[in-house]
Structures are given as C-alpha cells and as structure tokens.
C-alpha cells in the first residue's frame, strides 16, 4: 500500500511569491491534515480538511489557505511569502475520523525556503 | 490553549535506556501518542496509550501514564544507534488535530 506523498520535496521561493504544495493521502483515507514545522517551533497544525470540506483551522494568518479534491487530495496555497514561512510542511492522511482512535499516517513533507 | 511540553535534547549510549518525558494540559484526551522522525524524513507513528491505562509495553518500548499529573513517558531499553532521531509527544486537542511537543532530539553514541 502506497504511503502519504507530498510534491515537490524541495522549493526554493523569494518574499512576496506564491507556492502551493500538494499532498496525496492514502487509498481510503478521507482525511488531510497539514502541519508546519519550522525550526525551534516545533510541529503546529495548519489545516484539516474531510469529504472535501475545511474542518478545523490552526493559528495562521489567511495567506495560508488549501483545499482537498474528490479523491482527496489536498493542496496547501501559501500566499506573500515572508521568511519566517520557511519549514517543512508536512501532510497526514487518516481513515476515519469519526471514532476517538484516528492514526494520522505522514507523509515525507515539503521543505520550503523563502529567501 | 493546549501545550505539549518536552525536554529538548538525550543523549545516551548505546545499550542504555532512555526516557523521554513529556506532559501535557489537556486531560480529555482519549488517547496520547509518541512519533518519531529520523533525519530528513516525515513522522511515524511509534506506539500510542489509552488514557485509561497506565503502563503499555511494546517490545522495547514502554510508555507510562500519569493521569494525575498529565506526565507521559517513553522507554526504550536496550537503546541502539538507530534510535537515535527526533521523539514527538502528541496529544488530541480538540476535534481530530494534534498538538504536538517541541520534540526530544535522542543521540545515542556507540
């Protein structure tokens, strides 16, 4: 069974460009999650998405913005870069998230760096 | 809001065990869980804990749970080389997403 993967692996951006970052889940998962984790900061959660919908939103400003297809993929838009965006976005796919057990599968994330 | 504390960095050598603490505020929680990144990768799920256990073991693994005080740990015994990576603690908070530690950068030297 194919993992979570997530495209491109590496982006180099400059202050003020756009980036969008896409994520595949796995076959059966409805679910997409994404996380930033910036150096000293840790991983914070950015967004998640279900049957196509934004779920829940973290503490980001709205230049960061996604969406999920019908197959559930998910892509992570990231607007007027500024240097503190550098990070590595990671994405997690889950099956169901309904019951109280909801194993979040990563994928190898997407190291950005804004100059 | 809900915090995720860890202790930032281990250091062991090889054959030692290690314990990595974690405590956390949000005590409605069902479940709590360890992930751990190995250089240059995505996160893996390690093990995970009911909240109304108190011990799991898991091979070499153990995982404590303090209720009371909201302090999670892991064990490794017999820690090997290729342990050595990045420990997230994470707990649930609120509906579906997770809130995760700092992270606890384990090195295990032969």
């Known amino acids: 069974e194919a993992g979570v993967t997530q495209s491109p692996t590496h982006l180099i951006k400059t202050r003020g460009q756009q980036v969008t970052l896409r994520c595949s889940p796995i076959?059966?998962?409805?679910?997409v999650y994404w996380y930033q984790q910036a150096l000293g900061l840790g991983l914070q959660f950015l967004l998640w998405?279900?049957?196509?919908?934004?779920?829940n939103r973290g503490n980001f400003p709205p230049r960061f913005s996604g969406r999920q297809f019908p197959n559930y993929s998910s892509e992570l838009n990231v607007n007027a870069l500024e240097l503190e965006d550098s990070a590595l976005y990671l994405c997690a796919s889950s099956k169901d998230d309904r019951g109280s057990y909801n194993e979040q599968f990563f994928g190898p994330g997407t190291r950005l760096t804004v100059l | 809001g809900e915090d995720v504390e860890q202790s930032l960095f281990l250091s062991v050598r090889e054959g030692d065990s290690s314990v990595i603490n974690c405590t956390y505020t949000?005590?409605?929680?069902?479940?709590l869980y360890w992930y751990k990144q190995e250089p240059g990768a995505g996160l893996q799920l390690l093990t995970y804990i009911f909240s109304n256990m108190d011990m799991k073991q898991d091979q070499r693994l153990t995982v404590l749970l303090n209720k009371k005080d909201k302090h999670l740990s892991l064990r490794i015994a017999d820690t090997q080389t290729g342990d050595s990576a990045i420990y997230f603690c994470a707990d649930p908070s609120g509906y579906s997403t997770l809130t995760f530690g700092k992270g606890t950068m384990l090195l295990v030297s032969p």
């Open positions: 998405y279900d049957e196509g919908e934004e779920r």
């Open positions: 076959s059966g998962h409805t679910s």
């Open positions: 949000d005590s409605s929680s069902t479940y």
